[in-house]
């Protein structure tokens, strides 16, 4: 079992940046790769980023390109989620979640956290 907890949502303005958080706990030697996703009210869940344990491979949606970066502390037990120029459209529940492959679908995540609220303000 994998416990996965998300910190470090605000509120902002626009062109403002956040630093989340998500720390694991539990079987984390296991070496998932973790992703972050976001869920807007009456939207569907949306891939954001991937990092892989091996080899800290990244993967990021087109959204998130050029102003979103991932990364892992080095212990391993903390993904952070840097999100620079900040957009109204990026306000959401951001959730970390635990895979063993780099997929952008929900469904192949074993393992998920409770979520950070971001809000942007413009």
């Known amino acids: 079992q994998v416990r996965l907890v998300e910190s470090g949502g605000g509120l902002v303005q626009a062109g403002g940046s956040l630093r989340l958080s998500c720390a694991g706990s539990g079987r984390t030697g296991s070496y998932y790769n973790i992703g972050w996703f976001r869920q807007a009210p009456g939207k569907e869940r949306e891939f954001v980023a991937v990092?892989?344990?091996?080899?800290?491979?990244?993967k990021y949606a087109n959204s998130a390109k050029g102003r979103f970066t991932i990364s892992r502390d080095n212990d391993g037990n903390t993904v952070y989620l840097q999100m620079n120029s900040l957009k109204p459209e990026d306000t959401a529940v951001y959730l970390c979640?635990?895979?063993?492959?780099?997929?952008?679908?929900?469904?192949?995540?074993?393992?998920w956290g409770q979520g950070t609220q971001v809000t942007v303000s413009s």
């Open positions: 990092l892989s344990w091996v080899g800290r491979i990244t």
């Open positions: 979640a635990a895979s063993v492959g780099m997929s952008e679908y929900p469904s192949s995540y074993v393992y």
